[in-house]
């Protein structure tokens, strides 16, 4: 079913790096706004060093003790996302839309499904072939995943999203089992290219460059594929408000109400 294409206005936030649990908080407000008036939100962000578990996620497919955790300075936290374990960290874009699908009288399904053809979509502006894979959500590369989604939606209202690996340090994900699947490779928008450079990459197509994509072009990119996929008008907001912008429309909301 086609969703009623009555466009919502949705401010884009290009926040930088933020720490896990602030971005998380940030989140929670948003959503609790967006329940008030309707107003989407894209938060575009990068995150330190974290593991992440969805709500039903299994503490052994991360495969490190507290101690080396510590050693590595990485932190972890279980949140009420679905999906397994999964890494977040610098080199990685995290987006976290916060939309009411009640808008657009769609759920849960079709907003995962049309997150994946956002993505594809955004990869194919760096002539990135990434497809679905039947049973496993996320967007793949051959048989390697380059974005993760793991989305909550509460009373129509979405929270968390996708993850989408520009040049973060891969070597993280060999530290866990990537979102309970022990078969799965994980591979990165750079990774991509530069095989694709020496030729050794059949699912990247015409590239004329082994440079790794800027993170403000990846982030053009997804915008422009966001509005595409869903029915909405994106702004950005002002210059300069980052978190403490977000923070504040969502406060504004609270006290209009």
Not at 11 to 25: D, F, I, K, N
Request: neutral net charge.
């Amino acid at each position: 079913m086609q969703p009623n294409r009555v466009a919502t206005p949705c401010t884009v936030y290009r926040l930088g790096l933020v720490e896990y649990q602030e971005a998380w908080a940030e989140q929670r407000r948003l959503v609790a706004a967006c329940r008030e008036d309707g107003q989407g939100h894209l938060l575009l962000l990068e995150h330190p060093p974290t593991y992440t578990f969805g709500a039903r996620g299994k503490r052994e497919h991360l495969l490190l003790t507290e101690k080396a955790l510590a050693e590595l300075g990485v932190s972890v936290h279980r949140v009420d996302r679905g999906g397994d374990v999964t890494f977040h960290g610098p080199g990685q874009l995290v987006g976290y839309p916060i939309l009411d699908l009640r808008r657009w009288s769609q759920g849960p399904l079709w907003y995962v499904r049309s997150l994946e053809a956002m993505l594809i979509d955004a990869l194919s502006t760096f002539d990135i072939k990434a497809v679905r894979v039947p049973g496993r959500t996320g967007v793949w590369v051959g048989e390697a995943k380059i974005a993760a989604i793991g989305v909550r939606v509460s009373r129509g209202v979405t929270s968390h999203g996708f993850a989408l690996n520009v040049d973060p340090d891969l070597d993280y994900f060999a530290k866990i089992i990537p979102c309970g699947l022990p078969d799965a490779d994980v591979t990165s928008m750079a990774e991509v290219l530069r095989d694709a450079g020496r030729g050794d990459h059949p699912a990247a197509l015409g590239v004329t460059t082994k440079q790794t994509p800027k993170m403000a072009a990846v982030m053009d990119a997804v915008v422009a594929a966001f509005a595409r996929a869903f029915p909405v008008e994106c702004s950005a907001a002002e210059h300069g408000s980052g978190l403490s912008g977000a923070v504040e429309a969502s406060r504004s909301v609270a006290a209009a109400g």
